[in-house]
Antibody, heavy 113, light 112 residues
Framework: EVQLVESGGGLVQPGRSMKLSCAASGFTFSNYGMAWVRQAPTKGLEWVATISYDGSSTYYRDSVKGRFTISRDNAKSTLYLQMNSLRSEDTATYYC??????WGQGVMVTVSS | DVVLTQTPPTLSATIGQSVSISCRSS???????????LNWLLQRPGQPPQLLIYLVSRLESGVPNRFSGSGSGTDFTLKISGVEAEDLGVYYCVQSTHATWTFGGGTKLELK
């Protein structure tokens, strides 16, 4: 059974950093591109970043470029999202997803002083 | 960037009614490899999204066959043939043909 389990969310002050993790199981992680998608309270889904199966290619939405870094450790079957210089508008539930076919339960990130 | 325009934003239906949702793209979603990476998702309240349809028209395993997808290029449709109570929630189209993914704005399906 495919499972994606996010961790690392919580309350953080504006300008600070936070790192999310997504532990994958039930499939060969190193064969798949992965992505982070977020959803602000009462809003729709918003793509954040994508990484290729081997980590060689990464893509970001404009509003997080230069602040967020997506990465992966295929040996640990884990996806990461390093978030720096956080802003109030980054407040959202963050989901990791395998090409939009499998999704984690999500982790809440609240950026507030 | 690709923009996906999803309509209608809200859909009121009775149980058993058939409904359709449109998803129109600002650019072709046909990939150079011949695939069209347009998926349909359902998000029930308080739940993560779940995949219903992938590659425009392929039904995800375990999804009832009252759901169907069609379309090509820039114009896509999700049809539910006989709405059931468990179908209520927000439907999203999503494209991953282009390196930067895009989601439609969502269609909330409610009971009339």
């Amino acid at each position: 059974e495919v499972q994606l389990v996010e961790s690392g969310g919580g309350l953080v002050q504006p300008g600070r950093s936070m790192k999310l993790s997504c532990a994958a199981s039930g499939f060969t992680f190193s064969n798949y591109g992965m992505a982070w998608v977020r959803q602000a309270p009462t809003k729709g889904l918003e793509w954040v970043a994508t990484i290729s199966y081997d980590g060689s290619s990464t893509y970001y939405r404009d509003s997080v470029k230069g602040r967020f870094t997506i990465s992966r450790d295929n040996a640990k079957s884990t996806l990461y999202l390093q978030m720096n210089s956080l802003r109030s508008e980054d407040t959202a539930t963050y989901y990791c997803t395998r090409r939009s076919d499998y999704w984690g339960q999500g982790v809440m990130v609240t950026v507030s002083s | 960037d690709v923009v996906l325009t999803q309509t209608p934003p809200t859909l009121s239906a009775t149980i058993g009614q058939s409904v359709s949702i449109s998803c129109r793209s600002s650019q072709s979603l046909l990939h150079s490899n011949g695939n069209t990476y347009l998926n349909w998702l359902l998000q029930r309240p308080g739940q993560p999204p779940q995949l219903l349809i992938y590659l425009v028209s392929r039904l995800e395993s375990g999804v009832p066959n009252r759901f169907s997808g069609s379309g090509s290029g820039t114009d896509f449709t999700l049809k539910i043939s006989g709405v059931e109570a468990e179908d209520l929630g927000v439907y999203y189209c999503v494209q991953s043909t282009h390196a930067t993914w895009t989601f439609g704005g969502g269609t909330k399906l409610e009971l009339k």
